[in-house]
């Protein structure tokens, strides 16, 4: 967490990078991360202004803030082992269940391991 302006995303399709484009306006820089390796996204990188580069999961979830941007059922998969320690994670996934089931399993994920804070875009999942 040594750069403070760092946004590490989580998932780098059309979601992430729409995530960096903000970001990186805000003049914040961003990691993005995906499920196949940083190598797999320098087209993505370059396409992004000045301030962006790919990680692996792991360093993009050390960054201070933490966006989770990877459809819905590969989540917990996604953050399976990382460790959490203070970071702000913006869970931008929409839960693609039934209501009742997506809040019951989005209340599975936001209440598991140690999150610092989890803060919600789609109203489903509370921390
Ligand atoms: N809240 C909102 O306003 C809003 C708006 C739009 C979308 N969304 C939500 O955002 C999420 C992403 O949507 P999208 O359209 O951006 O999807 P997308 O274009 O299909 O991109 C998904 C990304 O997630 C990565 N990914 C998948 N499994 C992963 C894993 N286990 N570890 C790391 N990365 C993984 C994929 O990488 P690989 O290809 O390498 O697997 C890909 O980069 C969805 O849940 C969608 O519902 C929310």
Redesign the pocket.
């Known amino acids: 967490m040594s750069d403070g302006r760092l946004v590490g995303i989580?998932?780098?399709?059309?979601?992430?990078?729409?995530m960096a484009s903000t970001a990186l306006r805000a003049g914040r820089h961003v990691m993005?991360?995906?499920?196949?390796?940083p190598d797999?996204l320098d087209s993505v990188i370059a396409s992004l202004p000045d301030g962006a580069s790919a990680g692996t999961?792991e360093h993009a979830a050390g960054a201070r803030v933490v966006v989770l941007?990877?459809?819905?059922p590969?989540?917990r998969?996604?953050v399976q082992g990382l460790t959490w320690s203070g970071q702000i994670v913006l869970d931008?996934?929409?839960v693609?269940l039934p209501r009742p089931l997506a809040f019951f399993f989005g209340r599975q994920f936001a209440t598991a391991g140690d999150p610092a804070r989890v803060q919600t875009?789609?109203g489903a999942q509370t921390g």
């Not at 993005?32 to 390796?37: H, I, K, P, Y």
Request: no cysteine; proline share 3%; charged share 15%.
């Open positions: 989580i998932g780098a399709g059309r979601l992430g990078q729409a993005l991360a995906n499920s196949r390796g797999t999961v941007a990877v459809p819905w590969r989540l998969d996604a931008a996934t929409n693609a875009w789609n």
